[in-house]
């Protein structure tokens, strides 16, 4: 079985600071995706960035960074140059191999509050 | 080009009634899956069609069901409804089926409230 834990239920940030929002995954294939997807209070879930199982550099997009540690199965999100507009929940989650491959495996989130 | 798209947008049952939940994907993308996600926690996987075949199921009663059209949109259909299925319903689209860094794009969901 697939679990995902985000163990920071909450935090602040000051704007224009970088904030690290943890993630921690357990999984026996060997072949995974890991996605980060933001929900601000609105409802949708916007993709943020993808780190491949087998990709060997960290994945960037922007403002956002993974960083992926896998002999630890972590990997934490980034986010540098905070703005307001970055107030939201956060969502780690896993895609495997063995499992449905339409199937996001998603953590409790981490609500992350953006103050002036 | 539009994304996902659900309807609709609220929706306020009782327990017992039956509930249609209507999802169309971004053009192009065949698969859909479908999420429930209580107040407070993550998404839960509920539904994954590609091709109109069920390719995925979460573990939830069997009064939760599915399908897929020929144009890939999908419907969501809940049972004797009960009190703790009022959540947010997800819905998501997808490139490809198979294992790949194709992410899933996501509708603004539909919020069931059941009283």
């Known amino acids: 079985a697939q679990k995902i834990t985000q163990t920071q239920p909450g935090m602040f940030v000051q704007e224009k600071e970088a904030v690290t929002l943890d993630c921690t995954y357990d999984t026996s294939d060997q072949s995974y995706g890991l996605f980060w997807y933001k929900q601000p209070s609105s409802g949708e879930m916007i993709f943020l960035i993808y780190?491949?199982?087998?990709?060997?550099q960290n994945a960037t997009e922007g403002r956002y960074s993974l960083n992926f540690q896998k002999a630890r199965k972590s990997a934490n999100l980034v986010i540098s140059a905070s703005q307001l507009g970055d107030s939201a929940m956060y969502f780690c989650a896993m895609r495997g191999s063995t499992d449905s491959w339409g199937k996001l495996q998603f953590g409790a989130g981490t609500q992350v509050v953006v103050t002036p | 080009d539009a994304g996902v798209t659900q309807s609709p947008t609220h929706l306020i049952k009782t327990r017992g009634q039956h509930v249609t939940l209507r999802c169309s994907p971004i053009?192009?993308?065949?698969?859909v899956s479908w999420y429930q996600q209580v107040l407070g926690q993550g998404p839960q996987f509920i539904f994954q069609?590609?091709?109109?075949?069920?390719?995925g199921r979460g573990n939830f009663p069997d009064r939760f069901s599915a399908r897929q059209f020929p144009n890939y949109s999908s419907e969501l259909n809940v049972n004797a409804l009960l009190l703790g299925d009022s959540a947010l319903y997800l819905c998501?689209?997808?490139?490809?089926?198979?294992?790949?860094?194709?992410?899933?794009?996501f509708g603004d969901g539909t919020r069931l409230s059941i009283l």
């Open positions: 053009s192009g993308h065949k698969s």
């Open positions: 780190q491949g199982s087998y990709d060997e």
């Open positions: 998501a689209s997808s490139l490809w089926e198979s294992y790949s860094n194709q992410p899933q794009h």
């Open positions: 069609y590609y091709e109109k075949e069920e390719r």
